[in-house]
Structures are given as structure tokens and as C-alpha cells.
């Protein structure tokens, strides 16, 4: 057990939270990682009705017993995304927490959220965007550096100095993410005074992440330096691994191209395809420079014991130097 107010608000035994990931974030690796001791999150937008996410929250009720969360997308998308009736999904399900993503405000959805006792974790990766998640009610805050996986905004922070910048802002408890895949970053976060770590790329390579074996592979092979950052030129900025679709959507940006024309290679379908069909060169494959970390692909308690016993070493380590007396 490690205590801190993540813990306590969240009912769980270590900050460690398992961020949502579009098609990645199902049931399987959801309950694997709140078995484990962590907070894991089914992903709302992988869904087109109410009734395939209750569904969903229903399967994961079936694997654990432990809280669990869902991600409710504030992204704009090409689809419409029911996240009314999602919320009323949520609050009917009894769920503990909801992770809202993207540079709107939550501010619209918290009450109803509170009324039915769901803790709301708001995730951004400026310290301007999670003080309004703040003062918009959110009982915690994500911020991510720009190392991270998927959305990373437009300044290109990175953890180091964005997490102590929003700790020093923030009054609710904060979590920090981007490029955390072991112990020695989950302890790093908490030593700049997050209480709660989100993790995402590390759990794409375990062996209950939905992720095609292919990319599995791809990701034991590639290293930190080999993501891009594409979709800029919309003001939609993402990390990936660098693929064919990535030099040519990067391509596309410095020509001018129009999300349209854009649309062909960055598509969620595309996506979906380069993850769960394993179709390596079809679309965007969004990873964080975390990937240069990671050298096996272990089940997700593996994971999470991995951080925590690595933790308490790393403590005694800091003992020794006389860090901690
Ligand atoms: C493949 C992939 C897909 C993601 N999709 C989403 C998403 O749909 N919604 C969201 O809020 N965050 C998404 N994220 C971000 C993660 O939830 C998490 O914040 C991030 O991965 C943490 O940084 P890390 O990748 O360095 O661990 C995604 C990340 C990855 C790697």
C-alpha cells in the first residue's frame, strides 16, 4: 500500500492510473490493472451507443472487483460521441472515477458526475488548461508532459518541469504523466509532488493490452528517439512511432494540406488498423518516447509489482546517499 490523496480519493492501492487509450482501453486491461492494485480506465470513445459501453462496464465488473474508471473524450472528433448519455451510463453504473482528455473544460458534465458520487480526474498538458479543469470542479488533475503517448498539446513541456509548475499552481491533488514505464519515473513523479502517476505507452506492451502482436514486437525494437509529432498543423498535436503514414502525413503538413486531406492517413479507423490488425504502415501509431524503455512485454502485475518493489529500492537507495534519513 502506498498512501497519498490519489489513493485515498480513488480507493486504490497505488497511484498508478492507466490512462485511456482509444480501441487499447477494454475491459481485459482495464480490470488487469485495478486488480493489480492500480486505477484502470475503459475508453468511452471506442464505443457508439450507451449500450456497448454499459456492456463494456459490465465485462469489466465481471473481472474485477476492484474500482475502475472511464475516459470521457472532450476531443474534437469527426463522429459525433454520445457523452451525455455516456454520463448517465456512468452514473447508473456506480462507476468510481471518469478521466475527461482534451482542452475543453469538464465543466459542463461535473455536476451530474457529483450528484452521483464519480470522482473526476481532468487530464490536459498545459498548467493553463488544468487550472480550469481546477476551478471547473475536477477533483484531480493529469497533466502530461510532452513525452507521452497520443495528445500532447501545442507547448512541448515536458514532465520535469510541467508537473512541479502544476503542483505549485494546483491545490487538488495532482497526477503527472509522459514517460513514465518504470519505477525510477513513478518515483520521479512523485518526487516533483504529483500523487498519482497516469501511465499509458508501458501498458500498451503487456500482455492484456489488446495491441497487435505485431506492434508489440515493433515496440521492443524501436527506441526514444523514433516518434514524431504529427497533426500539428490542425492544432491537434499527437505522438507516434515513425511509420510510412507518419513521414507521409508530415509531408502533407508542410505543404498545407486540410485535415481532410489529412483525414486519409490520421483516421481512427487508420489507427485501429495499425494497433488491432497489426497493418504496421497503415495509419498513425501512437506511442510515447517511453518505447525506448521497454524491452519485454510482462503481464500488467508484473508491471505494477515491477514499480512498486522498484520504488521501495530506489528508496533505500535514496537512504543511502542520505536523501532520505
Ligand atoms: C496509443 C495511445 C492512445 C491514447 N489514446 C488516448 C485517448 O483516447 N484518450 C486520452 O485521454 N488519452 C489517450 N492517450 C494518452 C494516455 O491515456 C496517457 O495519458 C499517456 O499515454 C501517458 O503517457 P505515456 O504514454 O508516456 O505513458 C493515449 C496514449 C497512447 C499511447
Known amino acids: 500500500m502506498f498512501k497519498t490523496r490519489i489513493t485515498e480519493m480513488l480507493g486504490i492501492q497505488y497511484p498508478i492510473i492507466q490512462g485511456g487509450m482509444l480501441w487499447l482501453s477494454q475491459a481485459e486491461l482495464a480490470a488487469a490493472v485495478s486488480n493489480a492494485g492500480g486505477l484502470g480506465i475503459i475508453t468511452s470513445a471506442n464505443f457508439n451507443s450507451a449500450a456497448e459501453l454499459r456492456a463494456e462496464i459490465r465485462k469489466t465488473k465481471s473481472l474485477t472487483d476492484r474500482p475502475f474508471g472511464v475516459n470521457l473524450s472532450l ?7 454520445p457523452n451525455d448519455e ?4 456512468i452514473a447508473e453504473e456506480g462507476i468510481k472515477a471518469v478521466e475527461t482528455s482534451g482542452a475543453k473544460s469538464p465543466e459542463e458534465f461535473i455536476p451530474r458526475l457529483h450528484a452521483a458520487g464519480v470522482k473526476v480526474i481532468h487530464k490536459t498538458a498545459t498548467v493553463r488548461h488544468a487550472k480550469k479543469g481546477e476551478q471547473a470542479g475536477a477533483d484531480a488533475v493529469t497533466v502530461v508532459g510532452c513525452e507521452n503517448g497520443g495528445a500532447v498539446g501545442m507547448e512541448d513541456v515536458t514532465a520535469m518541469v510541467l508537473v512541479p509548475k502544476a503542483v505549485d499552481t494546483m491545490q ?19 518526487a516533483l509532488g504529483a500523487e498519482g ?10 500482455k492484456e493490452c489488446p495491441t497487435h502482436p505485431k506492434f508489440k514486437e515493433w515496440m521492443l525494437k524501436a527506441r526514444e528517439n523514433e516518434t514524431v509529432l504529427v497533426e500539428r498543423s490542425i492544432r491537434n ?16 503538413e508542410s505543404k498545407g494540406a486540410t485535415l ?14 495499425v494497433m488491432l490488425e497489426g497493418e504496421l504502415e497503415a495509419g498513425m501509431a501512437y ?5 525506448g524503455l521497454i524491452n519485454d512485454i510482462p503481464t500488467v502485475k508484473e508491471v505494477i509489482d515491477g514499480i512498486v518493489n522498484g520504488a521501495r529500492t530506489i528508496g533505500n ?7 532520505i534519513t
Open 75 to 81: 476531443f474534437p472528433a469527426m463522429k459525433s460521441i
Open 86 to 89: 455516456f454520463v448517465s451510463v
Open 172 to 190: 487538488v491533488p495532482l497526477i503527472a504523466g509522459g514517460g513514465i514505464a518504470d519505477a525510477r519515473g513513478f518515483v520521479a513523479a512523485l
Open 197 to 206: 502517476v497516469v501511465i499509458g505507452t508501458r501498458f500498451m506492451a503487456t
Open 237 to 252: 498535436t499527437h505522438r507516434a512511432l515513425r511509420n510510412k503514414a507518419a513521414e507521409k502525413v508530415l509531408e502533407m
Open 260 to 273: 481532410e486531406q489529412l483525414m486519409a492517413w490520421i483516421s481512427g479507423e487508420n489507427y485501429r488498423k
Open 287 to 291: 506511442c510515447g518516447q517511453a518505447v
Open 317 to 323: 537507495r535514496l537512504t543511502k546517499i542520505g536523501i
